[in-house]
């Protein structure tokens, strides 16, 4: 909110949204913890940011990469750094599909896809990678030929349920998950705006 000028008011009872939606501002699909106290001026607290495209494109999408790029860079230092004889790997992978990869249906749910699927394309195209290279020893000597790569990694991003690993590619979630951020609150929105479901849902 901070390009925008927008400054909030702790008190939550100071905007009642029913009686005067015109009067301010509903955040939807937008998870507020993990900020914590820490000053935002620190340049390491942006989570979310409303704005422009341009801001979201310019702004947003590469923080969001760097961010999770820095935490496969820690798994992959815990990789390096395990004790010997341990399966490090199935808790590193575990790790990946149970905490972070996950945090990204946050981001898909918050914004338009168009802004954001080549960022999470992106980031999980770099899961893969270091699953297949880091994780699991797959050189790239390993495959017959790129198509034969190209299945590896395609097991990599399938269900458990269809015996795949189950890191599920979140830019393929995009559509579906910025359409369930609007139709969970719809009714919501229907009673703010004094009219009905199918109303909004047809908008």
């Known amino acids: 909110m901070k390009p925008l000028g927008v400054e909030f008011n702790e008190r939550s009872e100071v905007w009642d949204s029913v009686s005067a939606p015109e009067s301010g501002i509903i955040l939807i699909g937008v998870p507020m913890w993990g900020v914590g106290k820490r000053d935002i001026d620190d340049g390491d607290t942006l989570c979310h940011g409303i704005g422009s495209h341009d801001f979201i494109k310019n702004e947003l999408c590469p923080k969001i990469k760097e961010r999770y790029t820095e935490a496969i860079v820690k798994l992959g230092e815990v990789m390096q750094h395990a004790p010997r004889g341990r399966d490090v790997g199935a808790s590193v992978e575990r790790v990946l599909r149970v905490c972070i990869v996950p945090r990204h249906t946050h981001i898909a749910r918050a914004y338009p896809p168009s802004l954001i699927r080549k960022t999470l394309q992106e980031c999980d195209d770099l899961t893969a990678k270091f699953l297949m290279e880091d ?61 009905g479901a199918q109303a909004i849902l047809s908008e």
């Open 135 to 195: 994780v699991y020893g797959w050189s790239c000597d390993r495959f017959w030929n790129r198509d034969h790569q190209k299945a590896a990694k395609l097991n990599v991003q399938l269900p458990r349920k269809f015996t795949g690993v189950g890191i599920i590619p979140q830019h393929a979630l995009c559509d579906a998950a910025y359409a369930a951020s609007w139709m969970q609150p719809v009714q919501t929105i229907a009673e703010a705006g004094n009219t």
